[in-house]
């Protein structure tokens, strides 16, 4: 092997466990940037007339999966103060506990569920807001 192969080979093992590297490190960042077993992307426009439609991704282990509400979201102030279930779970329960809408699946069930809620929080000016939501639910089986 001449002097360029050599190279060629050291290269490609450091470029290899630079990737592998990388790979790790976005896994453990996306890892932290949200549970795995319960999911809900951001939303907005909760406080407008009609309401708006929200997602939730859940693996049913038994335990709850939820979303905080507050009256100025962008910031993550003011959380809801009182909350309720407008219309309920079909294949699991929908509450409200805290600031927190929650749902937990009924044991065993995967597939498609949806709940709706409102909840009061404070909005810019201390003015109570009202804030709807229409929670489609993705329920996964465990792992």
Same mark, same amino acid.
């Given at each position: 092997? /001449?002097?360029?192969?050599?190279?060629? =080979?050291?290269?490609?093992?450091?470029?290899?466990?630079? #990737?592998?590297?990388?790979?790790?490190?976005?896994?453990? =960042?996306?890892?932290?940037?949200?549970?795995? &077993? *319960?999911?809900?992307?951001? +939303?907005?426009?909760?406080?407008?007339?009609?309401?708006?439609?929200? #997602?939730?991704?859940?693996?049913?282990?038994?335990?709850? *999966? %939820?979303? #905080?509400?507050?009256?100025?979201?962008?910031?993550?102030?003011?959380?809801? #103060?009182?909350?309720?279930?407008?219309?309920?779970?079909?294949? %699991?329960?929908?509450? +409200?506990?805290?600031? &927190?809408?929650?749902?937990?699946?009924?044991? /065993?069930?995967? %597939?498609?569920?949806?709940?709706? *809620?409102?909840?009061?929080?404070?909005?810019?000016?201390?003015?109570?807001?009202?804030?709807?939501?229409?929670?489609? =639910?993705?329920?996964?089986?465990? &792992?």
């Amino acid at each position: 092997m /001449g002097p360029h192969g050599e190279a060629q =080979v050291s290269w490609n093992a450091t470029f290899a466990a630079m #990737t592998l590297l990388a790979g790790s490190l976005l896994a453990h =960042v996306s890892a932290d940037a949200q549970d795995s &077993r *319960c999911q809900v992307p951001p +939303f907005a426009g909760a406080s407008s007339p009609n309401g708006t439609a929200a #997602t939730m991704r859940v693996v049913n282990d038994g335990q709850p *999966c %939820g979303v #905080t509400l507050y009256g100025l979201p962008a910031e993550r102030r003011n959380p809801a #103060t009182d909350g309720a279930i407008l219309q309920q779970a079909k294949h %699991g329960k929908a509450e +409200f506990v805290d600031a &927190r809408i929650q749902y937990t699946p009924d044991p /065993g069930f995967v %597939g498609e569920d949806e709940f709706s *809620c409102q909840a009061w929080a404070a909005g810019e000016t201390r003015t109570q807001r009202l804030l709807k939501i229409h929670m489609k =639910v993705q329920v996964l089986g465990p &792992r």
